[in-house]
């Protein structure tokens, strides 16, 4: 098998996406120079029966019953080939993205697999856990004490509105249902966004705001 990590966006993994990714793998000449195996005499793969159950039995292809190394060396060559890689929405960190007999190639046994190992790259703005999106938001000193209506621009380019009429401290978390991460098979169901809010206070004040914040606030 061949196994790698492929980092994508958070924008990929929110909306889906494919790639076209590079891959240099072994590859068989042709047919023909298979042939010149005097092992195995390039059999095709046989058919088992397998059981998988009570009363259930299955026919799976293995490789011919060639157990030496294989002899056909000049039947392959290292290629440089490409593989569209789908990115499915509300794909899982980790999620392995299997594409069957697509590695290697061999003259005396079947391909194994190619896997690719999806990882999400830092945000700028958004920090995904699990299902959830995570997103800090600051606000000035004003907004927090008399209320505030903001936009976030979310993934796919819609618009949510964030507002508050009450005062806000400073680490206070917001959650709005529904605007996180859309579940993987499901992309119907999505999970929350937590917005955590910094407030931005002004480096300094006059003496005349200092009065007059005491006499508001007194």
């Not at 098998?1 to 793998?25: C, F, Q, W």
């Not at 964030?162 to 917001?174: I, K, L, N, W, Y």
């Amino acid at each position: 098998d061949i196994s790698m990590t492929m980092r994508v966006t958070l924008e990929d993994i929110y909306n889906g996406a494919d790639h076209i990714v590079p891959l240099t793998k072994q590859k068989l000449k042709s047919f023909e120079s298979v042939k010149k195996c005097m092992k195995c005499k390039a059999q095709p793969p046989k058919m088992q029966k397998v059981q998988i159950g009570p009363g259930m039995v299955m026919q799976q292809e293995v490789p011919p019953d060639c157990r030496r190394p294989c002899s056909a060396h000049s039947a392959v060559a290292r290629k440089q080939t490409e593989m569209e890689v789908t990115i499915e929405v509300g794909t899982p960190e980790g999620h392995e993205v299997t594409y069957e007999l697509e590695a290697d190639e061999f003259p005396d046994k079947l391909p194994g697999d190619v896997k690719f190992v999806i990882e999400t790259a830092p945000h700028k703005v958004f920090k995904r856990k699990g299902m959830d999106l995570a997103v800090t938001m600051e606000i000035t000193l004003l907004q927090a004490l008399v209320g505030f209506e903001k936009v976030l621009k979310h993934m796919d380019g819609h618009e949510v509105e964030v507002s508050r009429t009450t005062p806000t401290p400073h680490g206070f978390e917001m959650t709005l249902a529904g605007e996180g991460m859309p579940k993987h098979h499901v992309p119907s169901e999505k999970g929350n966004l937590v917005i955590t809010f910094t407030v931005k206070f002004p480096k300094s004040i006059t003496s005349e705001q200092a009065a007059e914040f005491r006499r508001i606030l007194a």
